[in-house]
């Protein structure tokens, strides 16, 4: 088993970023990191959905022309 010295900090960002999606909210990479200080969404939501955490994402076009995922908590019976 390898040692994680962030390990609370991961599972605080875990509960952080579930409640923000359990009250109906989105989040992008960006969002995430102004909000929670998480470098890696997609590590966080990686490890909710291994607990069986409904996440799902669309593509969004930003004003710019980029296409980035957004996240949200999904439908747990679809």
Known sequence: MNYNPNEKKTLSQNKLIKAHLEAG???????ALN???CFR???RLSELKDEGFPVDSI????????????YYMGNAHE
């Open 25 to 31: 909210k989105r989040l992008t990479a960006l969002s």
């Open 35 to 37: 909000e929670f200080g």
């Open 41 to 43: 969404l997609s590590g």
């Open 59 to 70: 593509w969004i076009t930003l004003d710019n022309g980029k296409r980035i995922k957004e």
